[in-house]
């Protein structure tokens, strides 16, 4: 199951640091995503082949008249829970220049900020028990059929509120080779001063890539190129 870090503890120690899959397992033993019984629509969901072209634009400004997104619902396989019950749902839509950062260089935002909607599940499969969180989607980057995005978990059953998790994405279904990729699932660990490894904070659109593949559902990835900032007013 997945486990992530603990906001009341300075820092939250990997339990088995001797081995990677340790430190996987131990990152993972104790939360779950999207209820399985909820998804059971994923499996119609299929990839659209051409959403992943950059579109025309038919904007007077020449930006994009579609915004770049990823979508749908997928129970995946995750190797070192290969019984367990896994669900991650996805609707998420750049949404550039519009999350403010007063006094910085990105005042007016990035074009990579983004808005929607992350829920994922993991059904226990020794114990029948369903872990589920939701988190709002903060920051969406496309390239081709590839998406990474992150999200700030709004209600969660394993006690991570408020913590950033990052997503990678593959497009496609089981048979068309869709993947997925999770922050606490193989990656995101660092080294404290004491020699220790520990899960650090998750920045923006930072992903692992999509190292779990789609067994049911899939994805759609619309990629859209960067849009460069719009001039400020009287310019």
Known sequence: MFRMRNRNRAGVRVARATAAGGLALAALAGVAPASATGTASADSTSADSTSADVIVSDRHDGRPARPASVSGSARISYVFSPEDEIWFTVDAQAAPYTHRYPGTKAANGLPTDARGTVRYSHRDAASGKVYSAEADVDCLSTGGPVATLTAVVSASETGNAKERIGLSIYQGTGREGGRVGFS????????????????????????????????????????????????????
């Open 184 to 235: 606490w699932g193989v990656a995101n660990l660092d080294v404290g001063e004491d020699g220790k490894p520990y899960q650090p904070v998750v920045g923006t659109c930072m992903a692992p890539a999509p190292f779990a593949p789609v067994l049911r559902g899939g994805f759609t990835v619309h990629h859209t190129e960067l849009a460069p900032p719009e001039p400020d007013a009287g310019e």
